[in-house]
């Protein structure tokens, strides 16, 4: 867990935003919490990447 991750607390106000999809759609290969983390976590350090040459 990194300090950029939402509480369990900030996730129960937004979880009702991804509600589950219907039966009928394609299922959901990531899980939508891990995503927001990431997408925080991405904001919280900048984005650092590695200079590959």
Not at 9 to 34: G, T
Not at 38 to 52: E, P, W
């Amino acid at each position: 867990m990194y300090p950029s991750d939402m509480s369990d607390a900030q996730w129960q106000v937004l979880a009702k935003h991804f509600a589950e999809m219907n039966k009928r759609a394609r299922p959901r290969v990531r899980i939508a919490r891990d995503l927001i983390n990431a997408i925080f976590y991405v904001q919280a350090t900048g984005g650092q990447t590695t200079d590959r040459r």
